[in-house]
């Protein structure tokens, strides 16, 4: 079963990982409403995401995440 993920950036440093299409679609548009309304050492150019597939299967079964599988 492979997922797509995403993770968004500010100035190269991920701030969000592993969010779903629709979490990704309302903190994308959270972040760049936030860089025009507050006083941000940021700009919406320092923005950036990276869209990711991923096997959800491995990952639960892989060793670097077996506490994956403890959760509910």
Known sequence: MTEKVYHIYAKGRCIYHSLSENKFSETWEMMHRMVDLLNLDLTKEDLSYEELYMNKEVLLNSS?????????
């Open 64 to 72: 670097h995440w077996g506490w994956l599988t403890n959760t509910k």
